[in-house]
């Protein structure tokens, strides 16, 4: 059975039995901020198990994909190197929602196992909790297992929690016996640790909620939550105890022993951590996860460049990483549409990522070279190694392999010193969304109430009735006059913050009360909270009032978020299809969009974009909006962003036209114009980076480009006056110094370049006034048989130096020693030339310390024909003459 098969056996088998299947959430969890990364299947339905949230079915099957590289749950190191451990990797997994509980849970598993995967009964053992006799006797009833084949733990490995407080309990796990070819003994034996038994699927039994360190109670509901590795499951069922010998990974193993031409085989951990780190990468990106050198970004970094290491020391010189991705792309995207959504952008980053590394190859080796040169006693500085490791990606592996072939060592106490330090500081740091401790209060404030209404799609007003009051985070019965709060109602027409777009403004009210709202939130999806102020009265729980948004600022909004959609689509028809949005801010005045692209985008570039937007708003073509289940709309073509969590219904926005189909088609709950024309004109005015391999654009659109253009014809107008005020300014300087000199003016040039122009004529003239003036006191005084050549100058420009003593060298071609020292208020420049008939008994490099040292400076240097040297002691430059003349001297 090939793991498609396994995968969809699964589904299927719980499908006839009742369960929703539902797709894998996203890698980045959108519902718990205190997570990296999905690491297990119920991280999705958190939300469910502890109350916060309600779904139409209460039994739900996944096959969920996880990734286990960063913080508690941390697989990097051993990956390659073990059968089983793995940075990317399917969880398949059964829940209930307070439905059925363990009889059902136990009996659901063993027929699986047993019937439909045709497993051997006599080949698994189970263990339960010790405590849960209930699980002992339903395992014994169900399987008809023995004594000795159904195992009792009291460990923590058979009781399972979502954290200090919350649901948990005890939990069953299934294992298969390799037999007595292998090492290892049955779960719980001081053995336990081989090869021989493998956990192949682990049952959660919630029936309690822990209150605190000494209470736990009973859950009125109690749930289930499965997990089984598809891994494990598929080499099980392909009769080997290496998950690396399957077909998950079989076909990518073997592109890459292609590329690499290597001797190495299957077995070699390069090409397992190849495989491996490739599916993880591939399947952060297309979630949304770009490398960088922060948080999550950073973590898919480090995997990358993990395998990319390993190919180097295949001998690769040329990327291939992103030539083993077709492979994957065939392998999974029927399971997985998201990875031929963004197989482009995919590509690319592999590719500049890989191109990347070998470049920070080449720097790290460079580095190598020159520390191994301050190396004592063959041992490297272990902080050193650090730094390449942690501030150039330079692998501690690959610089251990370099220095091992100079028979030198690597300080690795150091090292991992630093390695712990800056774990430290990651963890701290790594505080996700910030708001686990808002989400708490706002538990309790919303508990047993029933969730908002948003009619606003539709309505701009409506009667409402107040269902909560929270004034300085608690909740209350009243909030009156002067009192900033915030009101929950049973409906309203207020958008909710939410997507990239800010809530809605406006007010409530009634015959006693106004309250003017400057913000509207949204809470666990659901609850609307209506931020603001009290300006008028009082208001109850449970009073009517009328609701009333800010329909102008509405309508700006609305104009952005419609031209964010069709900046999207004519980025990725102009740039092409790696391009996808990363972040949006949308508001009444301008609209921020971020996405995947690596350059800088040219004036061309922005133009053809720009334009493309405009038609688009001028084909006057009704906006559509439909309300469709996810997998439809993804099936029609609609765009889903990265990362985001959507609900089983979705709202699919088409707008314009492009030759026979639709111009943009992208999920999204957010508000919308009813005509493209409604937007009336776009421009972009800003572009910039804001990530590796993200840029950011800012736009307006209607009245916002009236008002852009506004400022700017007024910044203009400034610009000019001014422009033309230095023009002037440079004019009469000029004919200060030269009053002879005729200027001329291109009227048909740009203010800026006739100031610019203008600008070079003054410093030119400067330049060579300067020069003249300065030359008026060179002196040229006879020493014995030499000539010394001497100017002691004011600001002569440093850029003429070398042109002062070529042009003396060419009047005194023998015998000559030339100085220039030139001064301003806080500074001394020398420059000393030798003619080379005499470079024998005169060297410029010491006449050039001599002076340097008078006026502070560190002897400068340069070689025996021309030297140079500054210091900063400019009132003892009259001394430096009689100095050299001494040396002159003294040498002849």
């Known amino acids: 059975m090939n793991s498609s098969a396994v995968r969809r056996t699964f589904l299927n088998y719980f499908k006839k039995n009742n369960h929703e299947i539902v797709h894998s959430g996203p890698l980045v969890p959108e519902n718990d901020p205190t997570l990296m990364f999905a690491n297990s299947g119920m991280v999705q339905f958190k939300n469910i198990f502890t109350g916060k949230e309600i779904r139409e079915y209460s039994r739900a099957v996944t096959a969920q994909k996880c990734v286990r590289a960063g913080g508690k749950h941390n697989d990097l190191e051993n990956v390659g190197y073990t059968t089983r451990h793995h940075t990317f990797f399917e969880m398949l997994g059964n829940f209930s929602f307070g439905d059925y509980f363990k009889d059902s849970a136990i009996e659901l598993a063993w027929n699986l196992i047993t019937k439909e995967y045709g497993i051997d009964k006599n080949k698994l053992v189970v263990t339960v909790f010790e405590e849960d006799m209930e699980a002992y006797d339903l395992w014994k009833k169900i399987s008809g297992l023995k004594d000795d084949k ?474 559509n909006t439909q309300i469709l289940d996810h997998q439809s709309a993804i099936n029609e073509g609609a765009i889903a962003l990265f990362g985001e969590k959507y609900s089983e219904e979705v709202r699919v926005i088409t707008m314009g036209q492009d030759t026979d189909s639709y111009f943009s088609k992208e999920l999204c709950g957010g508000t919308h114009v009813n005509y493209t024309g409604d937007i009336n004109k776009f421009k972009i005015i800003n572009q910039y980076s804001v990530a590796s391999g993200v840029r950011r654009l800012e736009a307006v659109s209607n009245i916002g480009v009236d008002n852009f253009e506004t400022i700017q014809t007024a910044k203009n107008k400034e610009t000019s006056f001014r422009t033309q005020k230095e023009i002037h300014k440079y004019l009469n300087l000029i004919r200060k110094i030269q009053p002879e000199k005729k200027i001329g003016i291109n009227n048909n040039m740009e203010l800026e370049e006739q100031l610019k122009d203008i600008k070079k004529t003054y410093n030119d003239i400067q330049f060579d006034t300067n020069i003249s003036k300065n030359k008026k006191n060179i002196i040229v005084k006879k020493i014995g048989d030499y000539n010394l050549i001497y100017l002691l100058a004011t600001k002569y420009p440093s850029k003429a130096f070398k042109l002062f003593v070529d042009e003396q060298k060419n009047a005194y071609p023998h015998k000559s020693i030339i100085i220039l020292v030139s001064s301003d208020d806080t500074k001394v420049s020398i420059i000393v030339g030798i003619t080379n008939d005499i470079t024998e008994k005169f060297d410029a490099t010491s006449f050039v310390k001599i002076a340097s040292t008078i006026v502070g400076g560190n002897g400068g240097g340069g070689r025996k024909d021309l030297a140079q040297a500054g210091g900063n002691e400019p009132t003892n430059v009259k001394k430096i003459f009689d100095e050299i003349k001494n040396e002159i001297l003294k040498l002849s």
């Open 150 to 623: 159904i195992i009792k733990i009291n460990t923590s490995d058979n009781f399972w929690s979502m954290g200090d407080t919350g649901p948990c309990g005890p939990c069953s796990e299934i294992f298969y016996d390799h037999g007595d070819k292998f090492f290892g003994g049955p779960p719980g034996s001081k053995d336990e640790e081989g090869d021989r038994f493998i956990e192949i699927w682990n049952l959660v039994f919630m029936q309690f909620e822990q209150i605190s360190k000494e209470e736990r109670i009973k859950l009125p509901k109690p749930s289930i939550d499965t997990g089984m590795g598809l891994e494990r499951i598929t080499a099980l069922l392909q009769n080997t105890n290496d998950n690396y010998e399957t077909d998950i990974f079989s076909s990518l193993i073997n592109k890459s022993i292609e590329l690499s031409n290597s001797d190495e085989n299957h077995k070699s951990p390069s090409h397992r951590v190849i495989a491996d780190h490739l599916r993880s990468s591939a399947f952060l990106i297309s979630d949304g996860v770009l490398p960088s050198n922060e948080g999550r970004g950073y973590v898919l970094r480090r995997i990358m460049r993990r395998g990319m290491r390993h190919a180097h020391s295949l001998g690769n010189t040329e990327p291939i990483f992103d030539k083993i991705f077709p492979i994957l792309l065939s392998n999974m995207k029927d399971s997985y549409p998201e990875l031929e959504r963004a197989k482009d952008l995919i590509n690319n980053t592999l590719f500049n990522e890989e191109t990347k590394f070998k470049q920070t190859i080449d720097n790290g080796l460079k580095i190598l070279e020159d520390e191994i040169k301050k190396t004592k006693n063959n041992l490297f500085n272990g902080d050193v190694a650090f730094k390449l490791y942690d501030t150039y990606g330079f692998p501690l592996d690959l610089t251990q392999d370099y220095l091992k072939n100079k028979n030198i060592g690597v300080d690795t106490l150091t090292f991992d010193k630093n390695m712990i330090q800056q774990k430290e500081r990651a963890r701290k740091s790594w505080k996700g969304t910030g708001d686990t401790e808002d989400s708490k209060i706002w538990f309790d404030v919303v508990k047993n109430l029933e969730p908002t209404e948003f009619v606003g799609y539709d309505q701009i007003k409506s009667e409402s009735l107040v269902k909560k009051i929270v004034v300085s985070n608690k909740e209350v019965t009243k909030i009156k006059t002067g009192e900033e709060g915030v009101v929950i109602l049973n409906q309203t027409p207020f958008y909710g913050e939410s997507g990239g777009q800010i809530g809605d403004g406006g007010n409530l009210s009634n015959d006693q009360f106004i309250f003017e709202i400057y913000n509207t939130t949204k809470m666990f999806g659901n609850y609307f909270l209506h931020w603001g102020k009290v300006i008028k009265g009082f208001a109850n729980i449970n009073d009517q009032v009328s609701t009333s948004i800010n329909v102008k600022k509405r309508d700006l909004i609305r104009n952005n978020h419609s031209s964010t959609h069709l900046l999207h689509a004519s980025l990725r028809k102009i740039l092409g299809n790696h391009v996808f949005q990363k972040g949006s801010l949308v508001n009444d005045e301008k609209l921020r969009f971020d996405f995947s692209h690596n350059l800088p985008l040219s004036d061309m570039e922005l133009e053809k974009i720009e334009k493309l937007v405009n038609k688009i708003i001028s084909q006057n073509i009704k906006v």
